[in-house]
């Protein structure tokens, strides 16, 4: 088991030594709290019940990132500002990886000053403010409503904060945004199109939302012009059918 663990996991350990495994467990705690993924630690049945040197506890583990370079993400903001002032219909999408990444504050609050279209997927569920009037609605390809297909794919630059691109997150691959518009924010990297710099998004949205708070951008709010949820669908009344769950724009007739 422990073999098959190291391939899906960003650290593994087995206890096997008492003496060394206070030292094993702090690091590879240590790992999962930088990396935020998951790790595995074996305990052996006749360790467990092992006492063990207890003096780590008293050195807390290290639970938040280290900060970036300065000069690199005053430069990076100034690109995404300019990008936000420019553009001409800009839009947000909270995915699953900025829950994992710690960022659903700084997203909300990077929605709330920008004035923007604010999109989630279905891994980034209770990552924006549904409730706020600049939802946009769940984008996941073929398997979004239309209009909201069509606000996020006619978009000429979307800040994707932490994008998750699996089956089931984007309608099967169905997803449709360029990546010379798409703007990637990663726990470790943020991408502005096909160019990565090596920052962590979470300083560098703090970063833009400061900036933007002291000098708020040259651009009135966008509007939804869309209904996020459309009322009545399915109607209230009606069956839930396969035909609803699998609409034919997901998947193509019987052959």
Not at 122 to 138: A, H, L, Q, R
Not at 205 to 215: D, F, G, N, P, W
Request: hydrophobic fraction near 35%.
């Amino acid at each position: 088991y422990h073999e098959m663990a190291k391939h899906i996991s960003c650290d593994t350990t087995v206890l096997l030594d008492p003496k060394t495994a206070p030292k094993e467990i702090d690091r590879v705690l240590s790992t999962m709290l930088y990396e935020s993924r998951p790790v595995y630690i074996g305990v052996p049945v006749d360790v467990s019940h092992l006492e063990v040197d207890a003096s780590g506890l008293q050195t807390p583990l290290k639970t938040t990132l280290p900060p970036d370079t300065t000069a690199q993400e005053i430069e990076l903001v100034t690109q995404l500002r300019s990008l936000l002032e420019e553009k001409h219909n800009p839009v947000i999408i909270v995915d699953g990886n900025a829950i994992r990444g710690g960022v659903v504050d700084e997203s909300r609050k990077l929605a709330e000053v920008t004035g923007l279209p604010c999109f989630t997927t279905c891994m980034g569920k209770g990552g924006p403010d549904e409730s706020s009037p600049k939802f946009g609605g769940v984008y996941q390809g073929a398997g979004s409503y239309p209009e909201v297909a069509k606000a996020v794919e006619s978009s000429d630059a979307v800040f994707w904060i932490g994008n998750v691109q699996t089956d089931f997150n984007t309608g099967e691959f169905t997803d449709n945004v360029a990546e010379d518009v798409t703007i990637e924010f990663q726990r470790f990297f943020v991408k502005v199109g096909k160019t990565q710099y090596d920052l962590k998004m979470i300083y560098v949205l703090r970063a833009l939302i400061q900036s933007i708070k002291e000098k708020p951008l040259a651009r009135a709010a966008s509007k939804i012009t869309w209904n996020a949820y459309p009322k009545n669908d399915p109607k209230p009344e009606a069956a839930l059918t396969q035909d609803y769950l699998w609409p034919a724009s997901l998947i193509g007739p019987a052959t």
